[in-house]
């Protein structure tokens, strides 16, 4: 087929366009630092969501280019054995929370690392962040009580094996008296399409990959974790309040380093990531994900993984009991 001279430019001007922005990305790369923030979960997620508010603050702070890559896969492990690979300049980072290096080690035998002492803490971020069980909007179900009594499966969303989220489901399963079944995916995000879809009866996963649609009334959320109930939405109950307790407690998230990092650089690192933390955009955003900031130095970052780990390790020998594991 034959192109008059006009088609043929309206055919190269995208080609040309993108070959300009890639000699642009490289020239930008090229010319100061690059830094890699390591995601073990798909774009959208809660993780994730942080973890680019934090990136965008530390590229002014540090003046380097940051970026967020995704490495979705096995709860976060897939991330966390790319950092344990890494060359310890400081350059390649993790952000995650208390599920890939605290929780799973003591559940995956090929995890590759033995507790949060295998990485270097740098920072944390943020600790009690809120989970949340979600129905669809047109479901007949308005709290958690009504699950009570139910007949037939009850298939529920989770963001990833061995996650905190399919041990609630196990445990509400026990505590209820119904079928429900841990379905877990790589990430909330597809959960929470799957949820919409009506491929799931419930989806458990952090308010902040459930708000948006809750909040655009896709969704109903029945329950949330936390000592109380969240400032901005007071009229969601609580687990404890209606008589689910074990999820009063939250998480811990932070960066992470190779074991190895240069103590210069960690506490170059340590002292961007509480600049972020001061800025109202990040505290604004997390606080709307249900998430507290509570910035840490290494230390403390390392001292709260490492208690959590320590709590996981009686639960872990039951979880394998019950799971054949």
């Known amino acids: ?56 603050q530390l590229e002014a702070g540090l003046g380097e280019v940051v970026l967020v890559e995704n490495r979705p896969g096995a709860g976060g492990l897939l991330a966390a054995q790319e950092l344990l690979a890494a060359r310890p300049d400081g350059h390649t980072l993790l952000f995650t929370n208390e599920h890939t290096l605290a929780i799973l080690p003591h559940i995956v035998a090929q995890a590759g690392f033995a507790s949060p002492d295998d990485f270097a803490a740098v920072a944390q971020t943020t600790d009690q962040s809120a989970i949340a069980l979600a129905v669809r909007a ?4 308005l709290k958690l009580q009504d699950l009570r009594g139910h007949e037939g499966p009850l298939p529920v969303g989770v963001p990833a094996p061995g996650s905190v989220p399919q041990l609630a489901v196990e445990l ?14 790589r990430g909330g995000a597809p959960l929470v399409t799957d949820l919409q879809a009506g491929y799931l009866a419930l989806g458990l996963t952090s308010l902040a990959e459930l708000r948006e649609p809750a909040s655009a009334g896709r969704l109903r959320l029945l329950a949330i ?23 009063e407690r939250g998480g811990v998230a932070g960066l992470f380093a190779p074991r190895g990092v240069a103590p210069a650089r960690v506490e170059q690192l340590q002292q961007q990531v509480a600049r972020a933390l ?8 997390l606080r709307l994900q249900g998430s507290r900031v509570n910035f840490g130095d290494a230390a403390t970052l390392a001292r709260n993984m490492n208690a959590i780990h320590q709590a996981w390790a009686e639960r872990a020998v039951a979880w394998r009991a019950r799971t054949g594991g």
């Open 138 to 141: 047109d479901s007949p179900w």
């Open 278 to 285: 001061e800025s109202e955009e990040v505290r604004t955003q």
């Open 1 to 56: 087929m034959q192109f008059g001279v006009s088609q043929r430019r309206r055919r190269l001007l995208p080609a040309l366009a993108l070959g300009v922005l890639g000699a642009a990305a490289a020239g930008r790369l090229g010319a100061v630092p690059l830094t890699r923030i390591l995601v073990g979960f798909p774009p959208g997620g809660g993780v994730d969501v942080i973890a680019r508010l934090l990136a965008r």
């Open 172 to 185: 509400l399963a026990e505590r209820f008296g119904v079928a429900a079944t841990a379905v877990c995916y």
């Open 225 to 247: 974790s936390g000592p109380g109930r969240h400032a901005d939405l007071g009229d969601v109950p609580t687990f404890a309040e209606q008589g689910f307790a074990g999820l």
